[in-house]
Each structure stands twice: as C-alpha cells, then as structure tokens.
C-alpha cells in the first residue's frame, strides 16, 4: 500500500432499547429516524474507507495488506497476522440504563470463546445528566454466592457501587470489573477489539420480544475479579506543549488515550498508529501531502507509517487520541519528566506490571 494517507471510516450505527438521539444533536451524526441508536462504531477493523482512493476497503484489508505501514511495528509484534485492526473506538448514547456486565480478559477469552483477545476498556464522559452516575464495582463483602442470590430475587442494586462523572472525566476499566452506563450519559469509548459481554443483571427490562433479555450470569462470575476495583476517576495529567496541551487520561498495555488541545505536533514513526476523534469542537490535520478538517463528532485513522502531522484544534475543543503504547516510553517517561509521580502515573489504569 503506497502513499499513506489518514483514512476516514463509515461509522457502524447500532440500535439499542437503551439508546437516543443524542448521536445526532450533540455529534452530528446522520441517524435513521424514529430508531433508538445507542453507539456508533466508529474506528473498527469491518468500517469501511470513505474517500476516492480506497473507498469501499475495509480498514481490516488495509492492514492486513499493509501491517507495517497501517498498524505499525509495535501492533505486529503483539499479535497474529489474522487478527486485524486492535481496536474498537465508539461514541455511546444512554438515554436508558446499559445492562449491567463484565468482560472477560484474554485467557478467558482464549480458552473459552475462541477469541484472542478479552475487554478492558476506557470511558471519556463527553455529557452527564446531573443525577447520572456509572455502576463501577461491589460493596465491600460481596461474593459469587451472594451475587447469584441478589441476580435471582431482581435485587442485584443492593450490591452495586455507583462512581458521579461529569464531563471531561475519564474511567478505566479493565476486563472483570462489573459495570454499566446510567441513563443520561453519552461519552466516548475506547476498548480491546472484542464484542464479548456478559450480561449480569437487567433491571427486569423486556426484549424487544417481549421477553425478558438474556442474562449470562455463570460466564460474569467465572470472569469477575475479586476484589473489584475501587471506583474513580482518572487523574488528568498535562503536559504543556508550545502551542496546546496534552492530557494523559487512561493508560494500559492495549491502548493509551489523551487529550490535545491547541496546536500539537505529532509524528506516526512507525510504531503504531493513531486514531483520532473530535469532541467539543473540530480540527485542522496536515500531513506531508495534504491537509483535512475533522468536525465535531468525527474520527479519522492516522496509519502508523504517516509521519509528522500538526493538529491545529478549535479554541475549546478536544480531539481525543488512542493508541498502542509503550507504556515506560510513551506514558512513564514524558510524565515522570514532566513532576508527575509513579503513584500518579500507575492511577491512569494498568500502567505498572
């Protein structure tokens, strides 16, 4: 594949009994009317190239054709040729509460679903209702046995702890933590490339069958850590930059997610690429053989072999930015030389170990 260039994807819209609107009124985006659209995938290895020169290929083909120049030498060297872009970056609506779930990390995923990878994911609040709040973890003393009994007497909330987010926090959340989105929350979503959840609990609510959903209460407690992790938010480290702002808000093995504010030079050397989303307002990309505007609620792909660019960003606005780090150079390194402490670093996720 000659001529690297960032790819913009078709985002993947899916409906939910849980979703609204909001997709539309505060992202821009194009929904199919009177349809309740809970996320819209927007950077995923099936989503399809929007543009002349590879439109209609899916970002999957391109790296599988291209690994070295689409995902980059850090991203091969973790994983097998058959398995594609990593991972899986969404904008979520809840207008009703999620499900309540856990996912599996990858030896389970491994040994008991024919899949390489499990879930570990992290959360950027983009908006929350002021009574909103995630389930994050269990009280103190709840066990496997006290869970099965509180799931089959529909009185699994007694056991749940809840963490207040507000717009512009960020959460971490790794693969055997019991979670779910409250009602009144939209936010940005970064995660292993993995669609296996399991269902723990759903408030009683009915299918769109009429029946009630199905639960996988067996698979989440084979899966659950215990003890669970304690619920907070990430600290938000900044890092000052000539023109803008760079803020480290989650960080482990699989991913690390920032924060760009202002003008910020960035350089795809090879190692991985970059995805980019835009919040709160839209952006300028150059790169060495072209220029583009990324809008508000809008993602693009920057391929690992692209090279420099310069992301001039709307006065007030963010664009978010995942990649596959190393962790000691990309993440421990600049914040250690920047005053934070180890303690502060390990708080952005799974950084230590």
């Not at 872009?85 to 024919?114: C, G, M, N, T, W």
């Amino acid at each position: 594949m000659s001529g690297l260039e960032p790819l913009r994807l078709e985002p993947r819209l899916a409906e939910a009994i849980w979703g609204g609107r909001r997709l539309a009124e505060r992202l821009g985006k194009a929904l199919p009317p009177e349809v309740r659209i809970g996320e819209s995938w927007e950077i995923h290895g099936p989503n399809r190239v929007i543009g002349e020169r590879w439109a209609g290929r899916s970002l999957d083909d391109l790296a599988r054709e291209d690994r070295a120049g689409v995902l980059g030498a850090r991203v091969i060297a973790g994983q097998s040729p058959s398995d594609g872009f990593p991972l899986l970056i969404k904008f979520i609506d809840a207008k009703l509460p999620l499900s309540v779930q856990v996912h599996p990390d990858d030896d389970y995923a491994r040994e008991h679903e024919a899949n390489s990878r499990g879930k570990t994911e992290a959360w950027y609040i983009l908006e929350a209702a002021s009574d909103s709040a995630l389930i994050y973890g269990l009280r103190e003393g709840v066990d496997a046995s006290r869970i099965s009994a509180s799931v089959a007497s529909a009185a699994l909330e007694r056991d749940l702890t809840s963490l207040v987010v507000r717009p512009g926090d960020a959460v971490f959340v790794p693969a055997g933590t019991v979670h779910a989105i409250d009602a009144g929350i939209l936010l940005y979503e970064v995660q292993q490339r993995s669609e296996i959840t399991y269902r723990l609990y759903d408030w009683g609510r009915m299918g769109a069958d009429g029946r009630p959903r199905q639960l996988h209460v067996e698979k989440a407690l084979s899966v659950l850590r215990f003890p669970q992790p304690i619920p907070r938010t990430t600290p938000s480290l900044k890092i000052g930059m000539p023109g803008g702002v760079v803020t480290y808000l989650a960080a482990c093995a699989y991913f690390a997610l920032l924060a760009l504010e202002g003008t910020i030079d960035g350089d795809c050397d090879g190692s991985t690429f970059a995805a980019l989303s835009a919040v709160g307002g839209g952006a300028r990309l150059i790169w060495d053989g072209g220029e583009t505007f990324l809008g508000l609620g809008e993602s693009i792909v920057l391929p690992a072999g692209l090279g420099r660019y310069r992301l001039e960003i709307d006065g007030g606005a963010r664009v978010l930015r995942s990649t596959v780090p190393d962790l000691q150079t990309d993440v421990v390194a600049p914040l250690a030389s920047a005053g934070y402490s180890l303690d502060e670093i390990a708080g952005l996720g799974a950084v230590r170990g």
